[in-house]
């Protein structure tokens, strides 16, 4: 187990093979994909594929990482970074099961990610999108201090673009 990072009542580590189970679950809950752009994975099987195919801590040395409780080691959801080649632009990302929302989870990974991302991986800019109708989302990325950039139409739909300098 790789972890990159704690906080205190979390740890974030790499992903590994058993998570699989988690982003198929996470995924087939239609409250969680809703504002994502995501659709639910059709079988355990891709899921598990995922994860195993998922090259972001090789290829760029950060990606997203499971977050998960020190106290019990249940896994919660995801969160973290994520290079975007398109735009050249280093998002923060984050994904949890609804029975854990509305706890700060997202806000404490968060927090730490951006933090990490600037002193540890020496990033100088972050960014976070999310659709206008995702307010827990915009919620949180006000409240790891990024500011709004711009609004623009992310597949047709209203989003916002936050951005925060180190
Ligand atoms: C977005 C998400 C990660 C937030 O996770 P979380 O752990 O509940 O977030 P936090 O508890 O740290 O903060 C959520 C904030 O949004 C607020 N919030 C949530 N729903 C809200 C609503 N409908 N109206 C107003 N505020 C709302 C909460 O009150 C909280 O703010 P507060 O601490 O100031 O009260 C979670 O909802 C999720 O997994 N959603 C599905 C995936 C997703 O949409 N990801 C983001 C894609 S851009």
Known sequence: MKVILETNRLYLREFMSADGFHFFHLNNDPDVIKYTGNDAFESLEDANNFIKNYADYKKNGFGRWAVCLRSTNEFLGWCGLKYEV?????????????????????????????????????????VGRAYKANIASI????????????????????????????
């Open 86 to 126: 398109e735009n050249d632009e280093i998002d923060i990302g984050f994904r949890f099961y609804k029975k854990h929302w509305g706890n700060g989870y997202a806000t404490e990974a968060a927090k730490a990610c951006i933090q990490y991302g600037f002193n540890n991986l020496k990033i100088s800019e972050i």
């Open 139 to 166: 919620q949180v990325l006000k409240k790891c201090d990024l500011k709004l950039e711009k609004e623009f139409l992310y597949d047709n739909k209203p989003a916002y673009l936050y951005t925060i300098k180190k």
